[in-house]
């Protein structure tokens, strides 16, 4: 089996081929272009058996993915982390793209279990609309922190509502009506973007809670899951079908925690790794069970009782969590694969 790494950029991809023992055969360069990617695919022919390692680069990525699933060429993603470990410890020194390229495909190859790459258009567009979504919710927290402290300068000591709702923002209209000059001028200007931001936030919130139902109605029925939480969850994992069992889905969204023994001591550590997105997902999903009456609540202060810290407890049950969901998202993707094998 030989690997083909991949360091992938806007023009351009370097591409160098390894065998098992990470012994480099070959290396080629292509423009970032479908018949650039062809020209990858012809190349890659000389080797019958392969399989492609691409660090995990979103958008710079991704239309090279395509091209090659579409080829029929089987395809694995590699998270840029374990690009950037593998590259210190090349005996080549410096930086380049056939040494990134190298590591890439030694990464694969430390890394047997990683997930193939599927083409998932509906857990892509769902990403794309909570990541736009997330950009303006980051927008408005900048632009609202402009206008606190343009507030304050105006009227210190005067609390400010919140300006994710109308009331705060009708307070502080009412409050810039009788002033006049330069800062009240360019408040107004603030204010008039964050109703703007408001409103086209409040859309994508609705969008989103449209689709999810149609997509994810065993994963809504989790309790504290609510249409957003699901829809970065969906977004994420991007096909559950591709981790062979919940545990490996447990390693990559980081609640599988890592062995750490050495001799007689048996212990395991925190793992700070995987998906840190859908960690989090599965975090408010903890936070709310907590707080509402139920298994997930029962278990918690179960775990307390047994003598673990609140932060432990947190950490067991978003493992038992993560099971929860793969065994939901399964049974929301059978529709899926049904009519896809009907439409074959």
Known sequence: MVTLGVDAHKRNHWVVAVDENGRRLGERIATATSSGHL???????????????VEDCRHVSRRLEQDL?????????????????????LREHGKSDAIDALAVARAALREPDLAPAQLQERSRDLRLLLDHREDLVGERTRIQ??????????????ESSSLSRR????AVKRRLRRRQGVVARVARDLVA????LNSRIDQLHRELAELMPGLAPHLLELQGCGALTAAKLLGETADVTRFRSRAAFAMHNGTAPIPASSGQRQRHRLNRGGNRQINAALHRIAISQVRLPGRGHDYFWHRLASGDSKREAYRALRRRLS?????????????VTARADAAA
Not at 70 to 87: K, Q, S
């Open 323 to 335: 099971d929860e969901v793969f065994r939901l998202m399964l049974l929301d993707q059978r529709p």
């Open 69 to 89: 699933l579409l080829a029929g060429e089987v395809v694995v993603r590699v998270p840029p982390h374990l690009t950037v470990e593998r590259r210190r410890s």
């Open 167 to 170: 009331a705060g923002i009708s």
């Open 39 to 53: 020209e990858l695919v012809r190349w890659s022919e000389a080797w019958s058996e392969r399989r492609w390692a």
């Open 145 to 158: 922190n402009r206008l606190q402290w343009l507030m304050h300068e105006l009227e210190p000591g005067i």
């Open 193 to 196: 973007l964050v109703e703007q």
